[in-house]
């Protein structure tokens, strides 16, 4: 995970509240995404970025907005949270073809 | 549609040798991950494979039959630290990974 790094770490939000999950790299990859993980299903795409200034759509991305405005970091916005969105948050980016993780936000909504 | 199926669950016993099997569809194909990730922890990187055949690093191996949509992963002298779940995923023809939901792999004393 070294060189990928997620704040916070672990929030608990009551339904309607707002955040933003941080996402923040030093090894100059183009590629970051946001994946939520949650029991007994795969890693879900949310958004994904090929480049400062640049986000797409993924498997999941109603609810949440995203934003890369430096090369470094990517952003996933929650605007209202709610009960579904309760999951762990993994960052990661494509270097060569694999991806690295981040270590994950472990998130609540109530 | 997209999916990637492996077993939920698998037990072995330590000094052992275990096969994680994971079949795919996927809309084009670019390529086979294997990750591990234990509890409470970020997925690793294992290994890649993209032409059929096995590649083995150490321990641990992965083969890729493409024209079968298959790939195995195979673990040799298990030891309990790799208690894990193991993910299979594939990158589709726009380089997205699938994922599947992982297997479980228990090891017994």
């Known amino acids: 995970n070294a060189g990928v790094t997620q704040t916070p770490k672990f929030r608990v939000l009551k339904t309607g509240q707002s955040m933003t999950l941080l996402c923040a790299q030093d090894?100059?990859?183009?590629?970051m995404y946001w994946y939520r993980q949650d029991p007994g299903m795969g890693l879900r795409l949310i958004h994904y970025?090929?480049?400062?200034?640049?986000?797409a759509k993924g498997e999941v991305p109603d609810g949440y907005n995203v934003s890369r405005l430096k090369k470094q970091n990517f952003l996933l916005g929650l605007e209202s949270a709610a009960p579904s969105q309760t999951s762990v948050y993994f960052c990661?980016?494509?270097?060569?073809?694999?991806?690295?993780f981040g270590p994950g936000t472990r998130l609540t909504v109530l | 549609g997209q999916n990637i199926d492996q077993p939920t669950e698998m037990t072995a016993t330590e000094g052992a040798i275990v096969q994680i099997n994971c079949t795919y569809q996927?809309?084009?194909?670019?390529?086979l991950f294997w990750y591990q990730q234990h509890a409470g922890e970020a997925p690793t990187f294992l290994s890649y494979?993209?032409l059929d055949g096995l590649e083995e690093k150490g321990r641990f191996s992965s083969f890729l039959s493409r024209s079968k949509g298959y790939s195995y992963l195979l673990l040799k002298e298990l030891q309990m630290k790799d208690s894990a779940s193991y993910l299979c995923?594939?990158?589709?023809?726009?380089?997205?990974?699938?994922w599947g939901a992982g297997t479980k792999l228990i090891i017994k004393p």
């Open positions: 990661a980016i494509r270097g060569g073809n694999e991806q690295f």
């Open positions: 090894m100059n990859h183009e590629y």
């Open positions: 970025s090929v480049g400062e200034g640049t986000t």
């Open positions: 996927t809309s084009g194909f670019n390529g």
């Open positions: 494979n993209v």
């Open positions: 995923a594939a990158y589709n023809s726009n380089y997205q990974l699938i």
